[in-house]
């Protein structure tokens, strides 16, 4: 059974089982969880509760998420040009399948990417064999294995093992129909590493953090425990009655009110100042590492200690070149090497992602930068209009630039005195 028939099957059933009121909070996250969507609520143990994680998984997914793909062919005079294909464009930069936008899709693959190691895409084909849809398959209930037997009929093949964990049924898929993209760490090459799994204690220590400060809050910021002091000697069950009188008077009071000790006993307050134990240093120093391990720079997490405009500039750059451009490369990779055919492949069609969206300059900066495009040479009227998001005009495909620029091997013909002068 394919695993479009099966998803077929579940809108099916799920649609037949409709009430008048609608669909029950947990048939509609079975629903979705199997297009590999979770809507299970997030609680405090959850790593997505810490701040910062959440901060650089977020940062990430909707950088994934507003990226155009182009369709190029590589070629020897030319250079590389931009091909328009609508099914690759639709699939791609519009509809991967029914149920998600293309920055939907894009955007949750990179989270399930960064937060499981891997992000697998089964890969719907027509009856001519064309990629039609594209499925994101739940990252915790996929497994790969390779055949070192041929038992599947080739030796050392790879295979994507799907157990649907709703009904227990295993799927199988040949490793040209899922696209398969990893973490930049990968011991065997084959598998990425979670960074939540590499990064444990920083998440654990940042999610214990906010914890210490809820519950400082919420004890209006007294200390939790109260040491009571007695000159004379109690014995083992005076103790524990007193002991259990005090917290029963605390559970039920709440913190800061005052609380009644015999005559004789001194209550003092046992305190940890946040300043004494350098709790904001600690976090930030943690935040930072944990940050850095995304390759996310400071002022995207609010850190601007040591920031200023110039160098917030260099670190978009520098996050740009450093982050963004493997991230990229990956995408480009492994999904021209899955959408496109062989044919296309050995033709030298790519598929690419537009980076230019990243550096969208004011109005004025705009300006003297396509000026200076526009007059060396560099591009074409139409080009630039292109890229202003404005429509051709008819003979804007001529390159121009300024007179007093001259070919190398023309260097001296402007002496020649051709025109019967002196």
């Not at 991230?327 to 899955?338: D, N, R």
Request: some cysteine; glycine content about 6%.
């Amino acid at each position: 059974m394919k695993i479009i028939d099966k998803i077929k099957n579940i809108v099916k059933s799920e649609k037949s089982n409709e009430k008048e009121e609608g669909l029950s909070l947990e048939e509609v996250g079975d629903f979705f969880h199997s297009y590999g969507i979770d809507v299970e609520s997030i609680d405090r143990s959850s790593d997505l509760s810490e701040t910062i994680y959440y901060i650089c998984l977020k940062h990430l997914s909707e950088t994934m998420s507003k990226m155009p793909w182009e369709l190029r062919a590589l070629t020897i005079k030319k250079g590389k040009e931009k091909v328009l294909d609508s099914n690759i464009d639709r699939l791609l930069n519009l509809r991967p399948n029914p149920y998600m936008t293309a920055a939907t899709f894009w955007g949750t693959v990179e989270i399930n990417k960064l937060h499981h190691g891997n992000a697998y895409i089964y890969i719907e084909a027509d009856r001519n064999g064309f990629p039609k849809h594209l499925w994101l398959l739940p990252s915790a209930q996929v497994k790969i294995w390779i055949d070192n037997k041929g038992v599947f009929g080739r030796l050392n093949s790879i295979w994507y093992i799907w157990t649907d964990s709703r009904t227990g049924k295993r799927y199988s898929f040949e490793m040209n129909e899922i696209i398969h993209l990893k973490t930049h760490v990968s011991f065997d090459g084959l598998s990425g590493v979670a960074t939540r799994d590499i990064l444990k204690t920083q998440i654990s220590s940042g999610k214990n953090s906010v914890g210490f400060l809820n519950k400082l809050y919420k004890s209006n910021m007294f200390g939790s425990k109260v040491l009571v002091h007695y000159p004379g000697e109690l014995n083992k069950s005076n103790e524990q009655k007193i002991a259990a009188k005090l917290e029963r008077y605390s559970a039920t009071q709440g913190s800061g009110k005052f609380i009644p000790v015999p005559a004789g006993f001194q209550a003092q307050l046992l305190d940890m100042k946040l300043a004494d134990a350098q709790f904001f240093e600690n976090n930030r120093v943690s935040a930072l590492q944990l940050a850095a391990a995304f390759g996310i720079k400071p002022n995207i997490i609010n850190d601007y200690t040591k920031s200023s405009y110039s160098n917030s500039e260099t670190q978009q750059v520098d996050f740009y070149v450093n982050s963004l451009q493997p991230l990229f490369k990956a995408y480009e990779q492994e999904i021209s090497y899955k959408i496109l055919t062989e044919s296309d492949l050995k033709k030298g069609f790519r598929l690419e992602i537009n980076e230019k969206i990243l550096f969208k300059m004011d109005n004025k900066t705009q300006a003297e930068v396509y000026s200076k495009y526009l007059t060396n040479f560099a591009m074409t009227p139409n080009e630039v209009r292109e890229d202003l998001n404005l429509p051709y005009i008819d003979g804007g495909d001529t390159l121009l630039g300024n007179g007093s620029t001259i070919n190398l091997n023309n260097i001296g013909s402007q002496y020649n005195n051709k025109g019967g002068g002196e």
